[in-house]
């Protein structure tokens, strides 16, 4: 059972422009999300987090969203960049559990 | 950024065999330590929980006696594939997080590639 799901395995922006990345999850309990930069050969970095309590952070170019009524998340990123061509994981957990539940990760490339 | 590493990057090694994967933080004390398998383009599914000094919480459906997990100091886990199967192979990320309970502190280390033959 996926319990946080992105459903776009890739994604492609022009650079400049924003990028939007999705991610659904099922389980109401959640109520701390994150969003993850992955490189290849490197373990995942930590981009942004949001608490259920707030719809909206936001962190220089990274803003994340939060729809709790319809259990999704988005990254923006704005303006997109070259360096932003990653793999992009969201992931979930309960605060005080001691698991994080992860997307499948979406993969953005950004072109010049 | 707190670094965390992981030894050896890839591996290969002979079906029946044992296969160990160390995972350390480099410059702070990790408290709670990770494992995750990672599958082709699917998620990080946590394999289980270690704290310091105690004995590691598995997830569901995950064998404890087949993945051997010690973590015996402040900076280092250790994941021990035992008698590892062609269906073992994957790729394997350690994760750490410090005193504190915030996830925005966990760090990863970069993985390792299993190849069971």
């Known amino acids: 059972d996926q319990q946080v799901k992105q459903n776009s395995p890739s994604l492609s922006v022009q650079e400049g422009r924003i990028s939007i990345l999705n991610c659904d999850y099922t389980?109401?309990?959640?109520?701390?999300f994150l969003w993850y930069k992955k490189y290849p050969a490197e373990g995942p970095t930590f981009l942004i987090s949001?608490?259920?309590?707030?719809d909206k952070n936001e962190d220089g170019r990274f803003t994340v969203f939060l729809n709790k009524s319809a259990k999704h998340l988005s990254l923006h990123i704005v303006p997109s960049q070259p360096g932003d061509s990653a793999v992009y994981f969201c992931?979930?957990?309960?605060?005080?559990?001691?698991?994080?539940?992860f997307g499948q990760g979406t993969r953005l490339t950004i072109n010049p | 950024g707190a670094v965390v590493s992981q030894h050896p990057s890839w591996v290969i090694c002979k079906s029946g065999t044992s296969v160990k994967i160390e995972c350390r933080s480099l410059d702070f004390q990790a408290t709670t330590m990770f494992w995750y398998r990672q599958f082709p383009k699917q998620s990080l599914m946590l394999m289980a929980t270690?704290?310091?000094?105690?004995?590691?919480?598995?997830e569901q459906g995950v064998e404890k006696d087949k993945f051997l997990i010690n973590h015996a100091s402040l900076t280092l886990s250790t994941l021990t594939v035992t008698s590892a199967h062609p269906e073992d192979s994957s790729f394997y990320i350690c994760?750490?997080?410090?005193?504190?309970?915030?996830?925005?502190?966990?760090?990863f280390g970069p993985g390792t590639r299993l190849t069971v033959t």
């Open positions: 389980n109401s309990m959640f109520d701390y």
């Open positions: 992931a979930a957990t309960i605060q005080g559990a001691q698991k994080l539940v």
């Open positions: 949001i608490s259920s309590i707030k």
């Open positions: 994760s750490a997080r410090p005193g504190t309970a915030v996830w925005d502190e966990q760090y």
């Open positions: 270690s704290n310091e000094g105690s004995k590691a919480t598995y």
